[in-house]
């Protein structure tokens, strides 16, 4: 795992890229992408022999790491048995997937619809939900994403919804709780939580509960933040859709397979949602897979009635055969265990140390491999280190932060004025404490952004 440099083959491989590749939200004049020659395990590197531990695991889907060998193996075999066969056929590999699936989901979701990724999951679920219940309106969080499809990025509560808000998609948003900077004025968690079921019960009357058709949250909210639920939060949601007769929707794109340290992050809670869309670390994104999970009240809806969706590679054979191997690795390895054990004695500590270290950290919050640092400038008035939605010179020491972490050996996951801690599941207690050191260094820069 020793990276050979090749700066010649890198210099073509990045000129292809700039001359050809239209990368997602990015002006593509201003990116200078990194040209990646290798990955393993929890690493990867450029052609100029530079090696990073990669704690942004991906997009926080290489939930077992890069490359490995059993899920290698898996695909190829599946290749060599059957490429690809339409979705209407019944295939070894898609129904041993959803098997495994339904085998791990929460309560009765053992239906499993699948689609190419977590936008189109999202997509379909809201159909779901809208079809089930012959409503229209869906009720969502601030500060969340859910995708980059029309219906899924209307749905998202972050500012990438913006250029594309139609304000015609029938979505309504809402503040989920956040005690850091809390919409409520709260200062207990029980505090937080009452007041936000009592705002979103509100929301529920004033848009008049017979419209809504679902209420669609992420777990625990992922790129928006990691932030944690209080308890008793996602039950209080449970009731009041149960009271409505509204469908409650999980978004386990990012929580989901073992990421907080649970096969789903709803196991945490034990609450179990109508329909729970999932994608990422269903098979570490080594092939593209997403899909809803259903209940069995939904699924009955389209028993004697056609579902009107589906895709050309829905259950694709190479995706599935990746999402059996990647569960059956998991189960053998222990990688659920591995996340919260080490999650509960590394990372958890280690994160708390930096932050009576460092006074750019406001807060650390998380799950298992699933962790938020929150950067402010001042800890008394919790001002973040950069504004919302920052760019230009007013990132800039988020920039620093992130040029140092790189510098340093680690490849971290910033969003405006955060980082993620979110290494692979199966990531070694060796790893992470390295991750840890270069972090600890890379707080330093920040630091001299604060007052």
């Known amino acids: 795992m020793t990276p050979q440099p090749h700066p010649q083959a890198g210099a073509a491989v990045k000129a292809a890229d700039r001359a050809h590749v239209f990368h997602s939200w990015s002006a593509q004049e201003l990116i200078d992408p990194l040209a990646v020659a290798g990955a393993q395990g929890s690493y990867f590197w450029d052609y100029d022999g530079n090696r990073y531990l990669d704690l942004s695991s991906g997009l926080v889907y290489t939930n077992i790491g890069y490359q490995h060998p059993k899920v290698v193996a898996a695909i190829q075999e599946q290749a060599a048995k059957l490429t690809t066969f339409a979705p209407a056929f019944a295939i070894e590999a898609r129904s041993e997937a959803a098997r495994l699936i339904a085998e791990r989901t929460p309560g009765d979701l053992d239906k499993i619809f699948f689609t190419n990724g977590g936008a189109d999951a999202v997509e379909h679920a809201v159909r779901m939900a809208r079809l089930h219940t012959g409503r229209t309106k869906v009720l969502s969080a601030y500060r969340s994403y859910h995708g980059g499809t029309q219906q899924a990025v209307n749905i998202t509560g972050d500012p990438r919804r913006w250029a594309s808000d139609s304000a015609s998609a029938g979505v309504v948003h809402f503040w989920a709780p956040y005690l850091y900077r809390s919409r409520f004025y709260a200062e207990t ?130 995706a599935c055969a990746a999402a059996v191997a990647t569960i059956e690795v998991m189960a053998e390895e222990g990688v659920v265990d591995n996340a919260r054990r080490l999650g509960e004695s590394v990372v958890e500590p280690g994160l708390r140390q930096l932050a009576e270290r460092h006074p750019s950290v406001g807060e650390v919050r998380g799950a298992g491999m699933f962790w938020a640092i929150e950067l402010v400038r001042d800890r008394e008035t919790r001002e973040p280190l950069v504004p919302y939605n920052a760019s230009g010179e007013a990132n800039a020491p988020m920039l620093a932060f992130s040029a140092a972490a790189k510098k340093a050996g680690v490849w971290p996951f910033v969003n405006m004025n955060r980082t993620h801690f979110v290494p692979p599941c199966n990531a070694s207690e060796a790893e992470l404490k390295e991750g840890l050191a270069a972090l600890d260094t890379a707080l330093s820069v920040a630091d001299e952004h604060t007052v």
């Open 189 to 318: 968690e029980e505090q937080e939580c009452a007041r936000a079921l009592e705002h979103l019960e509100t929301t529920i009357a004033f848009e008049g509960p017979g419209t809504v058709a679902a209420i669609v949250l992420e777990t625990i909210p992922g790129t928006a933040g990691i932030m944690v639920p209080p308890p008793g939060y996602l039950a209080g949601v449970r009731e009041l859709c149960d009271r409505h007769g509204i469908v409650f929707v999980l978004d386990e794109v990012m929580a989901g397979f073992g990421r907080t340290g649970e096969w789903f992050a709803a196991d945490l809670f034990d609450v179990t949602p109508d329909l729970m869309t999932f994608a990422k670390g269903v098979n570490s994104g080594y092939v593209p897979l997403g899909g809803v999970a259903i209940s069995g009240a939904i699924a009955e809806t389209f028993g004697k009635r056609p579902y009107p969706g589906g895709l050309t590679y829905s259950g694709h054979p190479l």
